[in-house]
């Protein structure tokens, strides 16, 4: 599943990152796009504090996929 | 259709009504005004100088409980809304004004309230109506210690949203400060009769102490306006900010440092405690901000001479689940002496 929350700048990123991430299933995989660099930031220090450790590509300049797996 | 009361005719469907007879067309007219003015009270009990006389000004007499209506209306008066949604970060008081202010005049409205304000305010937001949106002081590292303002920043500013929100922005809006230049100031002037010494109030979005502040220094420049903030960055004072140490860019744009005298630090502890007491003394329930800057006051009044006026943004009844830990330390055998 992918989601695009590059139209989201931050904190509505993160906010909306959390609740994906809160609606996963043990095991279950998703790819977050986010659109600007804070975002990215903020998500990531999310991810950070729950122990998870994503995946990370950038597309072109400041288009940013979190691979997350719970 | 007429309506009497005795021989006095107090509601007629074509004239505005009487409002010296308290009868009113819609609920914002009951807002404070030079003319209707919030009471002012003279402290006796907590207060035992008789050389610095205290008066509270009690911001809780306007129609939605808070000093934060004056600005509300005035705010919502200037917007061009549109089909837009209003939103706004809050604390608490200026979101509880702006649902009610909102709702009298049709508009859709959405407040951001930090995590760690009462509960209370959240039921009360929620009972008008409001949507409400929960953000942690450190949600976003864009708005370090305001999560709601960064919500609200975000809605604005999103391409996904941006066409749908407008936000009144009480942080930088002139007409926060106009409200209280217009109002609250002459007010205080008149019912001082011009003889007020010193004022003081919190910084928050710094409207009152600005538009205040700039009103009697120009009636008076020997009128001292002192602010209070709290102690430390993470308080229990909702309303209030520490100034003090924050990066420029945080400071609401609309504070004029040019007509404040003094600015003192509150803890925590002292405000309650002093709320507390004036509750018990005085007989007056305030919210803790009112007891910070009081406070303050107090502290005055042991070196100084004058007539002083405090604002008292608001009352205790949106606070007694903070005040329900305090009276628990209290029953286990704590002096609230002050």
Known sequence: MRYDLSDFICPLSKMKATEIIDGLDGGETVRILLGDPDSLKSVAQELKARGIKPGFEQEGESRFVLTITR | ?338
């Open chain 2, 1 to 338: 259709m007429w309506y009497t009361y005795s021989k006095t005719q107090v509601v007629n469907q074509d004239k505005e009504p009487d409002h010296k007879l308290k009868v009113y067309s819609n609920i914002t007219q009951l807002i404070a005004s030079p003319e209707n003015p919030t009471p002012l009270v003279r402290l006796n009990g907590i207060n035992p100088s008789k050389d610095f006389q205290i008066y509270l000004k009690l911001e809780r007499y306007n129609p939605f409980g808070s000093v934060k209506d004056r600005i509300v209306s005035e705010m919502l008066k200037a917007l061009e809304i549109g089909n837009r949604t209003v939103v706004e970060p809050s604390s608490g008081n200026t979101g509880i004004a702006l649902a009610c202010v909102a709702n009298a005049l049709g508009i859709p409205v959405e407040v951001a309230v930090p995590e760690r304000i009462p509960e209370e305010k959240k039921i009360m937001l929620r009972f008008l109506g409001t949507k409400v949106t929960e953000a942690d002081d450190a949600l976003c590292p864009l708005f370090p210690t305001e999560g709601a303002r960064g919500v609200v920043n975000a809605l604005i500013k999103s391409p996904a949203t941006r066409g749908g929100y407008i936000s009144p922005n009480q942080y930088e809006n002139e007409l926060n400060v106009l409200a209280h230049y217009r109002m609250t100031g002459p007010e205080i002037w008149k019912q001082t009769q011009g003889k007020i010494d010193y004022f003081f109030a919190g910084f928050g979005t710094c409207g009152t102490i600005t538009g205040v502040g700039r009103y009697l220094k120009e009636q008076n420049p020997e009128i001292k306006i002192i602010g209070v903030e709290p102690s430390s960055p993470n308080h229990k004072l909702p309303g209030m900010k520490r100034i003090t140490g924050l990066d420029e860019e945080f400071i609401p744009t609309i504070l004029d440092r040019s007509v404040i005298d003094d600015s003192v630090e509150v803890t925590d502890e002292d405000a309650y405690k002093t709320a507390i007491a004036l509750a018990r003394k005085d007989g007056i329930p305030v919210g803790p901000t009112t007891g910070a800057i009081l406070h303050v006051a107090l502290r005055y009044a042991e070196s100084n001479k004058g007539l002083a006026v405090v604002i008292s943004p608001d009352d205790a009844f949106k606070y007694t689940s903070f005040y329900k830990n305090i009276l628990e330390v209290e029953s286990k055998g704590t002096d609230y002496e002050i």
